[in-house]
């Protein structure tokens, strides 16, 4: 299996698309991904050496320590980049625009050990939660633009019909946050540009397929990726916003493989990478 160059600068007009999968402790991936015999404790090592990115699912659930987040930093290669699902304890709050409080102590639990391995926070909604807009415009304002003089990338995922709503996109570019392209066939899919990142998750892998997708599938992917960190936006996939035309400013680029069984995930991220050398 070939080891991405995770180091390598990028110097063309365009920018880094980096492909992984959701956290990196599953029993099943241990003899399919990891070789057998490896410990448990080098498995991260072993996945940030083959993948571009990891998605942190344990931030979701419960504040994590600087501890944590400089053990990770510190084991993954230079241009290495993590993301970090946002608290539920944030996500799931009737009144969003109440969360300001725990979003500041959420940033002030050790984001900053990651340093320039900081990727996107993903703030992801549950299917009850419905698009209202003077709440998300408040929760929007909470989120903060930087972090130790870094600047942040802030992308969210709605799994209720009506944010399909070109009011919802409208909030999202005043506020230079994403919305998650989510490839599904149970949530909305919203390929709209709107912030400077473009952040996509993959989830109607076939984990009978040794990749995760047929070979054409995973090139249809590397082709989008590769629109996406241009500027451009790909022609084959739903907007909300029809009237509006983004700038066509060089986009980092996060796809994540998430589907129902995930065997086969790091499989397919690493084979998405193959295509985009």
């Known amino acids: 299996m070939a080891k991405p160059d995770t180091s390598k600068p990028d110097t063309s007009e365009q920018g880094r698309v980096r492909a992984g999968v959701g956290g990196w402790i599953y029993a099943p991936w241990r003899g399919v991904f990891y070789p057998k015999g490896l410990r448990q404790a080098d498995e991260l090592a072993y996945a940030t050496s083959h993948l571009t990115s990891i998605e942190i699912n344990a ?41 300001g409080d725990f979003i500041r102590r959420f940033f002030a639990s050790g984001l900053s050990e990651l340093g320039d391995k900081l990727g996107p926070i993903l703030w992801q909604f549950p299917p009850f939660t419905s698009f209202d807009e003077a709440d998300f415009a408040k929760f ?12 942040l990338n802030h992308v969210v995922e709605v799994r209720h019909a009506s944010f399909q709503d070109p009011t919802f996109i409208r ?25 400077d990142v473009v952040y996509a998750r993959l989830q109607t892998g076939d984990d009978a397929i040794d990749t995760g997708y047929e070979p054409e599938v995973l090139d249809q992917w590397a082709a989008r990726a590769k629109t996406w960190a241009k500027g451009a936006m790909p022609d084959d996939l739903p907007v909300v916003d029809t009237t509006h035309k983004p700038d066509a400013n060089p986009r980092d680029v996060f796809v994540y493989f998430i589907h129902e069984g995930k065997l086969r995930a790091p499989a397919a991220a690493v084979a998405l990478i193959e295509r985009l050398d």
């Open 59 to 99: 931030t979701h659930y419960r504040l994590q320590t600087p501890k944590s987040f400089k053990k990770w930093a510190d084991t993954a290669p230079d241009g290495f980049v993590f993301s970090l699902k946002g608290p539920r304890l944030v996500t799931q709050r009737k009144v969003l625009a109440e969360t």
């Open 140 to 151: 929007l304002g909470h989120l903060p633009e930087s972090l130790d003089a870094r600047p």
């Open 171 to 195: 909030l999202l570019r005043d506020h230079n946050v994403s919305p998650v392209f989510v490839d599904s066939q149970d949530y909305p899919s919203i390929a709209d540009v709107t912030g």
